[in-house]
């Protein structure tokens, strides 16, 4: 029988989720950038900030585009931090483990100059306290270390001015070089996720697959007879009738 989800894995489905559809906006954006993007600044910019005139509502078309694109991506990636510490808290607690508060999962990723380090320090805390197996310690810091500077490079790639796709700036600079950073960061992310997920899934089954076996182990030795067994004589191997059908010998004592 199928155990049902925890609200550790319903997290983290969240944020395979989130992730997947950021990466999508993004790409969305880049792809505009790319076809429209730079032309669209250059018109702009040749307003001159008369956003009266004809040449101006001619590109509210192509500009609206370019916002709803942009809100997308800023809701995308919103939620993919929201559904991060919502899953990061539910592992933190799960399986009988030490619940991590909300407010220090905040503090470590928005308070500036901490959020550089504190981020990869909580994960690897979560995961130690999911007793992984032995072993596994060299893999997962890999893993751990490569996720978090490939979110600080996409980071520095996104927020650089102008991008590092383009001579030129464009309307929000991102490029291919932006894209594939992001999708690196992403899936390493989903990866952590992963792991600890497993660790916390595995840590609660356990215990009751054991109680599982035992209790059919213990309910094939209690069970009682069916009833048509009950009534139904045993058979007797031939030898054991052939004794049975004779008295037993008595064996008298012989008088002084």
């Known amino acids: 029988m199928r155990l049902a989800?925890?609200?550790t894995q319903r997290s983290a489905t969240a944020v395979y989720v989130s992730l997947l559809v950021q990466f999508a906006m993004l790409t969305a954006i880049v792809i505009f950038e790319a076809v429209r993007?730079?032309?669209?600044?250059?018109?702009?910019?040749?307003?001159?900030?008369?956003?009266?005139s004809p040449d101006a509502q001619a590109l509210v078309g192509a500009a609206s585009v370019f916002a709803v694109l942009l809100l997308m991506l800023l809701a995308a990636t919103f939620a993919a931090a929201a559904y991060y510490a919502i899953w990061l808290t539910?592992?933190?607690?799960?399986?009988?483990?030490?619940?991590?508060?909300?407010?220090?999962?905040?503090?470590?990723?928005?308070v500036p100059g901490v959020n550089l380090v504190a981020p990869p320090l909580i994960v690897d805390r979560v995961w130690r306290s999911a007793a992984p197996q032995p072993g596994g310690r060299r893999r997962w810091l890999v893993l751990?270390?490569?996720?978090?500077l490939s979110c600080l490079g996409a980071l520095a790639l996104v927020l650089a001015p102008g991008g590092a796709s383009t001579a030129e700036a464009e309307?929000?600079?991102?490029?291919?070089?932006?894209?594939v950073a992001v999708a690196v960061a992403a899936v390493l992310c989903a990866a952590t996720v992963r792991e600890i997920t497993a660790l916390r899934t595995a840590r609660r089954t356990?215990?009751?697959?054991?109680?599982t076996c035992a209790g059919r182990i213990t309910g094939l030795a209690a069970r009682p007879m069916a009833a048509g067994e009950a009534g139904r004589p045993r058979r007797q191997s031939?030898?054991?009738?052939?004794i049975s059908s004779h008295p037993p010998l008595e064996v008298s004592k012989r008088s002084s």
């Open 206 to 211: 356990a215990p009751t697959r054991h109680r």
């Open 144 to 148: 751990l270390y490569a996720w978090w």
């Open 238 to 242: 031939p030898s054991h009738a052939l």
């Open 37 to 52: 993007g730079r032309r669209l600044a250059e018109e702009l910019s040749a307003l001159g900030g008369d956003h009266r």
């Open 5 to 7: 989800r925890t609200p």
């Open 171 to 179: 309307l929000t600079g991102l490029g291919p070089v932006e894209l």
């Open 90 to 110: 539910r592992a933190a607690g799960a399986g009988g483990g030490r619940s991590l508060p909300a407010s220090r999962v905040l503090a470590g990723w928005l």
